[in-house]
T-cell receptor, first 115, second 114 residues
Framework: GDSVTQMEGPVTLSEEAFLTINCTYTATGYPSLFWYVQYPGEGLQLLLKATKADDKGSNKGFEATYRKETTSFHLEKGSVQVSDSAVYFCALTEGGGTSYGKLTFGQGTILTVHP | EPEVTQTPSHQVTQMGQEVILRCVPISNHLYFYWYRQILGQKVEFLVSFYNNEISEKSEIFDDQFSVERPDGSNFTLKIRSTKLEDSAMYFC????????????FGPGTRLLVL
């Protein structure tokens, strides 16, 4: 079945540091890929997504590129802020056919940014 | 901006009791989902619901679980006889279409079974 693997956390960075959170996936078909973020006390919010190979999703300074050859969707940000402290989830959905949009999630990565 | 809401935010119940978790999806959305996250583990898919019937369910979603859209706005998850291992955060989500569309999540209900 489908699966998503994220880098182990937690990740602790200083403000303005460069962020990378690795995500790799296994899928039988041609999935769409997502990054969701969960701020303390809130639900999951879509951060960015990509639906086909070589697409780059971007939002709020975060980027991730759909790499079919390496089955990866790594999240990056050039300069993190304290307000980026949250839990980040990589996810996929197969889409189409008999799929009704079931999301398969990675285990989540806790990011803490210090001033 | 429209959002998915869930009630209650926290629920404590005794093992063997029935619980109903409630969700109000975004009004023009057609697909509805329940997920759960046991503390320290992944977010797991439970069930998807479209056109007033279950469209897909996971192995977790056994006979103890049921979902319903009793009116035009609410979407509920019922656990008939709770077990200790049902303790988790339960998230509702909705999307305009299924498949590759973005799912919008509620803030979750934290269920504790004693």
């Amino acid at each position: 079945g489908d699966s998503v693997t994220q880098m182990e956390g937690p990740v602790t960075l200083s403000e303005e540091a460069f962020l990378t959170i690795n995500c790799t996936y296994t899928a039988t078909g041609y999935p769409s890929l997502f990054w969701y973020v969960q701020y303390p006390g809130e639900g999951l919010q879509l951060l960015l997504k990509a639906t086909k190979a070589d697409d780059k999703g971007s939002n709020k300074g975060f980027e991730a590129t759909y790499r079919k050859e390496t089955t990866s969707f790594h999240l990056e940000k050039g300069s993190v802020q304290v307000s980026d402290s949250a839990v980040y989830f990589c996810a996929l959905t197969e889409g189409g056919g008999t799929s009704y949009g079931k999301l398969t999630f990675g285990q989540g990565t806790i990011l803490t940014v210090h001033p | 901006e429209p959002e998915v809401t869930q009630t209650p935010s926290h629920q404590v119940t005794q093992m063997g009791q029935e619980v109903i978790l409630r969700c109000v999806p975004i009004s023009n959305h057609l697909y509805f989902y329940w997920y759960r996250q046991i503390l320290g583990q992944k977010v797991e898919f439970l069930v998807s619901f479209y056109n007033n019937e279950i469209s897909e369910k996971s192995e977790i979603f056994d006979d103890q679980f049921s979902v319903e859209r009793p009116d035009g706005s609410n979407f509920t998850l019922k656990i008939r006889s709770t077990k200790l291992e049902d303790s988790a955060m339960y998230f509702c989500a909705s999307s305009r279409q299924g498949a590759r569309e973005t799912q919008y999540f509620g803030p979750g209900t934290r269920l504790l079974v004693l």
